[in-house]
């Protein structure tokens, strides 16, 4: 019965928080600071992956990284090949909200004929904040069947009836 609660509202914080907040703020335009959660999303969603307890410390590399791998795929895990989208996104945005130069993000609901999601142009990673936004949005349904599926444990976190 515990179980299933903790089923319940770890499944709430996704759709709540990580799918419905960064709605949110993809929905009002703020064209870096959808970056800077968006990364850090990333990392909260692959803190789920792992056993240890989402305060444990250290763990942001390794959990950015699970998140790329297990739950987006495809490109972005090749693009994440020697972390290069934790510090070029995630580390350069939440530090210090300001993308790597190796980076262009484009507050945009889709792509067009110039720039598409993940590819290069003139050297820099394209980045299309409804395009990964949406991606976003995937990673957390693919979690959360995941975790009611039993294939993921999920963890004690403090949300919804728990707080």
Do not use: W
Request: hydrophobic letters at 40%.
């Amino acid at each position: 019965m515990k179980n299933q609660k903790t089923i319940e509202n770890t499944v709430a914080f996704l759709e709540t928080v990580v799918i419905g907040e960064l709605g949110k703020v993809q929905n009002a335009g703020l064209s870096y600071m959808q970056f800077v959660l968006m990364g850090q999303a990333i990392e909260v969603l692959g803190g789920f992956l792992d056993r240890k307890p989402m305060k444990t410390k250290g763990q942001a590399a390794k959990r950015f990284a699970a998140g790329i791998t297990y739950l987006f795929g495809g490109k972005y895990r090749i693009l994440n090949e020697n972390d290069f989208l934790y510090h070029k996104l995630r580390n350069q945005m939440v530090h210090a909200f300001i993308p790597a130069q190796d980076i262009l993000l484009l507050n945009q609901e889709e792509e067009s004929g110039e720039f598409r999601h993940l590819e290069r142009k003139n050297g820099q990673l394209v980045m299309i904040s409804g395009v990964f936004y949406r991606d976003i949005c995937r990673a957390c349904k693919r979690l959360a069947d995941l975790i009611k599926e039993g294939k993921v444990k999920p963890k004690n976190i403090a949300f919804g009836d728990d707080e």
